[in-house]
């Protein structure tokens, strides 16, 4: 068994330095500004690169795409492209973009950038090709947070702990006041979920699944989602030790489901299509979710003792 781990770990240290290798993209370093390139594949990959962002912090990566909305020191908000070939990326600001928002939410397939300020009770929504953006919507709202559609066209937002669905029209729905938890669009549907108490909803489309009733978590449980996907749902269960995460289809039926023995805190796509971060307490590896792939997977990558920076010597 020792053997066959060291034959892994070598054939992921060749696959790190070898040209057209699959890339898993970017997770958080140990700074809030710094990320590290992981490439290879589940079970053969490594983390390598590191890229450093010249800004206060990372407010969100960009799903399917290796780009980053970032706040600059001044609170201003700008993107930032992570290249392998570069040491720093370089940044593009958001002219007229709100003033330190206190929320940032990527469309599920990334082409929408959502920015919010509940001080300033305003909601932004940023067409975003390439590294250039567009301001296309504007709305006086006070969200505690928010999550918006690909193409911008719907708007999800907590407001006074009610959930609210707002439509190209600037019509308000009410969705729910339970909805205490989590909540996001899917990617390449209609429909959306949220978490209430202990069910997991859907919204949207001709017709609503039935709601899915998530059992009885203990209080130190944290639930997370995410859109994982066309039409599909990732659910995380994390709680002290051990974390629980599932797949579902947007007619709220299993597609996988996996146990991560760690803690994970927090789930962040990496810029890759379909891969996520499962962002864990304290050292150890890094956990991931290769949820595009032909057959989906949680795995692990070891974190290298002195990751090279961009640039650097292969």
Do not use: N
């Amino acid at each position: 068994m020792k053997s066959f781990l060291l034959s892994i770990l070598a054939g992921a240290a060749c696959l790190g330095q070898s040209p057209g290798i699959p890339e898993l993209g970017w997770i958080r370093g140990e700074e809030p500004a710094r990320y590290q390139r992981v490439a290879g594949v589940a079970g053969a990959a490594q983390i390598g690169q590191q890229a450093e962002v010249a800004a206060a912090g990372v407010l969100a990566m960009r799903p399917g795409s290796a780009m980053a909305a970032v706040m600059l020191e001044d609170g201003a908000v700008a993107l930032a492209r992570l290249d392998a070939a570069s040491q720093e990326p370089a940044l593009h600001r958001l002219p007229g973009a709100v003033e330190a928002p206190g929320v940032a939410a990527w469309s599920p397939s990334g082409d929408v950038l959502l920015l919010a300020s509940q001080e300033r009770e305003l909601v932004q929504v940023w067409k975003v090709e390439d590294s250039q953006a567009e301001l296309v919507r504007e709305i006086p709202l006070a969200a505690e947070r928010a999550a918006v559609s690909d193409g911008g066209g719907r708007i999800l937002a907590r407001i006074g702990g009610v959930l609210y669905l707002s439509g190209e029209e600037g019509a308000m729905v009410e969705v729910s006041r339970q909805a205490a938890g989590a909540f996001t669009f899917l990617a390449g549907s209609d429909r959306f979920a949220w978490i209430e108490g202990e069910l997991l909803r859907f919204g949207g489309g001709a017709a609503e699944p039935e709601p899915i009733e998530l059992g009885s978590p203990q209080e130190d449980v944290r639930l997370m989602l995410a859109s994982a996907g066309r039409a599909k749902l990732l659910l995380v269960e994390a709680g002290e030790t051990e974390t629980r995460v599932r797949l579902w289809d947007a007619e709220g039926r299993v597609q996988g489901e996996w146990l991560c023995p760690a803690a994970v805190e927090a789930v962040r796509p990496t810029g890759s299509a379909g891969v996520f971060h499962l962002a864990t307490r304290g050292e150890g590896p890094a956990w991931m979710a290769d949820l595009g792939a032909v057959q989906p997977s949680v795995f692990f990558v070891p974190r290298s003792e002195e990751p090279q920076r961009q640039g650097g010597e292969q």
